[in-house]
């Protein structure tokens, strides 16, 4: 069972894989992930983890496939346009991520970019619903979680196209190169500026969640464990 076709397409190429053997079933998402619209709460979440508004979110773990210099850099193209922005970065550190703290000190944005480590889910909806923009602009996933739950919470995308994103995306994101950081700032600038794009994406990714549900991944799995103990 493969999360996503891209996986699906990498067990094959890579393992040689027969494609028959291999089934893509795609997660579902949590329904606790949902928009905050309490101003209380927001803002309680905002502090809690020490992130000014307006901003711009990221969620996942520090390490080099996240392309997390290349947001760095991105964000401050937007700030060299004049913005009053910030940008938040959730997750744990991984690996190879002393290059990622150094990018920040190297383009003076230690006021601007704030790292709030580990975020339990419970505290995720209202830091996703918060944000004016959720980015992933990583250059490799298997599925990419992210993308559905800030798609749930009613925040606009801009993700990578590449991978698995593009299938969980769907039509309801900005898809960009992420080894193109002008494209990058660019997709995140067109976002920021046009309320009528920026809405029309929090309406598109609330429907593009429907399509993801943990029942309908468990039938899926059933189906494929029956299948195999008949053969």
């Known amino acids: 069972i493969a999360d996503s076709q891209a996986t699906k397409d990498d067990l094959l190429r890579h ?57 760095l850099d991105a964000f401050a193209g937007l700030l060299r346009q004049g913005r009053d922005l910030h940008l938040a970065i959730v997750g744990k ?64 995308v801009v993700c990578s196209a590449v991978a698995s994103l593009p299938e969980v995306a769907g039509d309801a994101a900005i898809l960009v190169n992420p080894q193109d950081t002008a494209q990058l700032a660019q997709a995140m600038a067109r976002v920021l500026d046009d309320p009528d794009l920026s809405q029309q994406l929090v309406r598109k990714g609330l429907e593009r969640v429907t399509y993801f549900s943990w029942e309908q991944c468990a039938q899926q799995t059933l189906q494929v464990l029956q299948s195999a103990g008949r053969c």
């Open 15 to 71: 393992c040689g894989t027969p494609s028959e053997k291999v089934t893509v079933i795609y997660p579902g998402r949590d329904e606790a992930f949902a928009p905050v619209r309490d101003p209380a709460s927001l803002a309680a979440a905002r502090e809690r983890y020490g992130i000014p508004a307006p901003y711009v979110l990221y969620v996942g773990t520090l390490q080099p496939r996240k392309n997390l210099t290349g947001l």
């Open 93 to 156: 550190k991984g690996w190879l991520y002393e290059p990622l703290f150094a990018r920040v000190r190297e383009l003076g944005l230690e006021p601007r970019v704030h790292f709030a480590g580990y975020v339990p889910p419970c505290d995720l909806p209202a830091l996703l619903s918060g944000a004016r923009l959720f980015v992933l602009p990583s250059l490799y996933e298997g599925f990419g979680l992210p993308v559905l739950e800030a798609m749930a919470c009613g925040t606009p």
